[in-house]
């Protein structure tokens, strides 16, 4: 049998360049649910399709904190001062608002755990800084 006539891998990368190495995309943790809203009158918040996952009725009553300032979480809680409303969303109040930066038009990211139960809203500076690595991407000026 006569072996076929093949260049050895370094010509080939002369002429053609070294091939790409792609990586494989990690898979979605699947317990993590994704959703992005704007910010309506009076702190408005509609991310129904998160809270319907969660099983988050009207009437769900909910406590509210600010991690580090950046980041509303909110978790189901018998005593706590927001609640989910009739028309499936949530009202975040003014001084939350004003404590994290978060204005009427702003689009936010809305994250929630399925186990765990709670739900984070990012405001616009919060994704600034988790997406400043992806931003430089785009600046690069070609």
């Given at each position: 049998m006569i072996e076929p006539i093949v260049p050895p891998p370094?010509?080939?990368?002369?002429?053609?360049?070294a091939m790409p190495v792609r990586s494989v995309p990690r898979e979605a943790d699947a317990s993590l649910?994704?959703?992005?809203?704007?910010?309506?009158?009076?702190g408005r918040v509609t991310a129904r399709a998160v809270l319907d996952t969660l099983?988050?009725?009207?009437?769900?009553r909910l406590s509210l904190?600010?991690?580090?300032?950046?980041?509303?979480?909110?978790?189901?809680?018998a005593d706590?001062?927001?609640t989910v409303?009739?028309?499936g969303y949530l009202r975040v109040p003014v001084r939350?608002?004003?404590?994290?930066?978060?204005?009427?038009?702003?689009?936010?990211?809305?994250?929630?755990?399925?186990r765990c139960g709670g739900v984070l809203i990012h405001p616009p500076a919060a994704l600034d800084g988790l997406l400043a690595s992806s931003?430089?991407?785009?600046?690069?000026?070609?």
């Amino acid at each position: 049998m006569i072996e076929p006539i093949v260049p050895p891998p370094p010509v080939q990368e002369r002429i053609h360049g070294a091939m790409p190495v792609r990586s494989v995309p990690r898979e979605a943790d699947a317990s993590l649910i994704y959703g992005m809203s704007v910010v309506g009158e009076g702190g408005r918040v509609t991310a129904r399709a998160v809270l319907d996952t969660l099983g988050w009725q009207p009437g769900t009553r909910l406590s509210l904190s600010c991690p580090d300032d950046q980041l509303i979480l909110l978790r189901p809680a018998a005593d706590g001062s927001i609640t989910v409303t009739a028309g499936g969303y949530l009202r975040v109040p003014v001084r939350t608002r004003r404590r994290v930066g978060l204005s009427y038009g702003d689009l936010v990211l809305v994250m929630a755990h399925r186990r765990c139960g709670g739900v984070l809203i990012h405001p616009p500076a919060a994704l600034d800084g988790l997406l400043a690595s992806s931003r430089r991407l785009l600046e690069v000026v070609p």
